[in-house]
């Protein structure tokens, strides 16, 4: 019992960190560049344009960031988030190399872990499990 509190603890706090800190260094920061007087400026590994890119970016860091800090569709939250680190390391970073890939692998491995595991009992996801179970 006392193993699976910790567990969940552990996640709460990997959501809290890792979200928060997604939102402040990343996604703020490419939200701010629509309401920006300057052209848009982006990476376009896709190739579907610098002003898709950017928004399916910030989609991912901003709403789906916030998603995973409240344990709301947590496994859901974390596939374009996933992508978007796969993205990041393997397309835009790679030829910098791994210490360019670091951050982004990092991320990347809390949010498969996220997803493998869910959000844990502090939730939203869990909260509404419990709520579904009641007679």
């Given at each position: 019992m006392l193993q699976e509190k910790s567990t969940d603890l552990a996640l709460l706090l990997l959501r809290l960190v890792f979200g928060s800190l997604m939102i402040a260094n990343h996604g703020w920061g490419k939200l701010m560049k629509f309401f920006s007087d300057e052209p848009?400026?982006?990476?376009?590994?896709?190739?579907?344009?610098?002003?898709?890119?950017?928004?399916?970016?910030?989609?991912?860091?901003?709403?789906?960031?916030?998603?995973?800090?409240?344990?709301?569709f947590t496994r859901l939250a974390a596939i374009p988030l996933i992508?978007?680190?796969?993205?990041?390391?393997?397309?835009?970073?790679?030829?910098?190399?791994?210490?360019?890939?670091?951050?982004?692998?990092?991320?990347?491995?809390?949010?498969v872990a996220l997803a493998l595991t869910g959000p844990g009992w502090y939730s939203l996801d869990a909260r509404w499990k419990r709520v579904q179970s009641l007679p």
């Open positions: 848009l400026q982006f990476a376009d590994p896709l190739g579907v344009g610098v002003p898709a890119s950017l928004g399916l970016a910030t989609f991912a860091e901003i709403l789906c960031s916030l998603l995973i800090m409240v344990g709301l992508v978007t680190m796969l993205v990041a390391a393997f397309l835009v970073n790679l030829p910098g190399g791994l210490a360019k890939m670091e951050m982004t692998l990092l991320y990347l491995a809390v949010f």
